[in-house]
Structure formats: C-alpha cells, structure tokens
T-cell receptor, first 114, second 114 residues
C-alpha cells in the first residue's frame, strides 16, 4: 500500500538529548513537510522540502533540523535547543502542483520529555 | 503575518442537527483553501478544497464550504450531521503563488451525540 510511514509512534527524550523522528513515503511525492500539533493551536509548519537536497524553514524551525538526501525520506531532528518539544509531530507529502495540491499525512509521532 | 482563525474550538451537536464551522484568514491575495478532517485514530485527510471557480465547493460525506472573498471566510457546512462525523476539523490556507506552505487553523473538535 502506498502511504507515509512515521516512526516511532511514541518517543521519549531526556533533557539535553537530540532525537530523530523518521518519515518515509512511497508515493513518489516531491514535497514533504513536518508539522507540530499542540492542543488548541492546530498544526504549525516546522520545515518543508520541495525537492531532494533542498528544504526551507517553516514558522517554528528553531530547535529543529532536517535533511532530504532521498526523495522518500525526510527525517526531523529535535535538538536540545528546542525547549518545549513535547507535542504530536506530523509528516506530510504532496505533489506540489498549484492546481491540484493535496497533502497526505502520516499517523504521527508523540514526543514527550522525561 | 498570515493567519487562519477557526471560531469554534469544541462543538457538540445531536444527530441530524445542521453544522457550520467558521474559518477566517488574514491574507489578502489569491488563496487556495482547504478543510482537513481527522477521525479518531485515523490520519488527517482532505475533506474539500477551493482553488478557483464556483465559490461553493462540495466535498466528501455531504460536506460543503463556501468561499466568501469579501469576508475572507471559508465556512464548512453540513445540513444533517451523523455520529460518524465526530472528528477534529482543520481549515487551511495556502497563498496562491507559494507552493507548499499551508497555514492551518487551530482546529475544531466536533462531537456528535447519537
């Protein structure tokens, strides 16, 4: 089945630790995105990538880093600089055609701080 | 900064009641508008979208939304809700000339009582 796979489903981070969230898609989509979902705040864009080896900061990129070495993969690292990392993280992908853009979402990763 | 505002955070309705969820955005240029839905335990998925043409758009499961440019609004409606419509609903806006960067509203939790 085609889709977006996020792993792990639950992740715990210790103080000062970097953690990496995985996102893999087999939809052959060029664009991939990371959103953070907090209660009452909706989804906020962290980073997005329109093409391999290129990515842009979203609205809340501080304390996060990404890479896009392969079309299928867009891992997100939550660094120790992110002071409030507890949230639900959603990865998405799309074919960025202006007239028919639709995001496909993964099932998410819940990150908590120990 | 561009923003998307959903007026209702939590809505409780009985089955067969009519639904209208408000969505307003602040960007003044050409926009593409979306409603996404997240059913309990499922991925976020597209409900409907507006790119151009008829401002009244119809989506899946009997939902529709009307784009009123003068009011910067894209309200979601359904004449008669069902228990299975219980979900979280997100309005999202993308600038017409900027591929990829979707701005989401805070979300509205709809609870339909059988």
């Amino acid at each position: 089945d085609g889709g977006i796979t996020q792993s792990p489903k639950y992740l715990f981070r210790k103080e000062g630790q970097n953690v990496t969230l995985s996102c893999e898609q087999n939809l052959n989509h060029d664009a991939m995105y990371w959103y953070r979902q907090d209660p009452g705040q909706g989804l906020r864009l962290i980073y997005y990538s329109q093409i391999v080896n290129d990515f842009q900061k979203g609205d809340i990129a501080e304390g996060y880093s990404v890479s896009r070495e392969k079309k299928e993969s867009f891992p997100l690292t939550v660094t120790s600089a992110q002071k409030n990392p507890t949230a639900f993280y959603l990865c998405a992908s799309s074919i960025p055609m202006r007239t028919n853009e639709k995001l496909f979402f993964g099932s998410g990763t819940q990150l908590s701080v120990l | 900064a561009q923003s998307v505002s959903q007026h209702n955070h939590h809505v409780i309705l009985s089955e067969a009641a009519s639904l209208e969820l408000g969505c307003n955005y602040s960007y003044g240029g050409t926009v593409n508008l979306f409603w996404y839905v997240q059913y309990p335990g499922q991925h976020l998925q597209l409900l409907l979208k507006y790119f151009s043409g008829d401002p009244l758009v119809k989506g899946i499961k009997g939902f529709e939304a009307e784009f009123i440019k003068s009011k910067f609004s894209f309200n979601l409606r359904k004449p008669s809700v069902q228990w299975s419509d219980t979900a979280e609903y997100f309005c999202a806006v993308k600038k017409g000339s900027n591929t990829g960067k979707l701005i989401f509203g805070q979300g509205t939790t709809l609870q339909v009582k059988p």
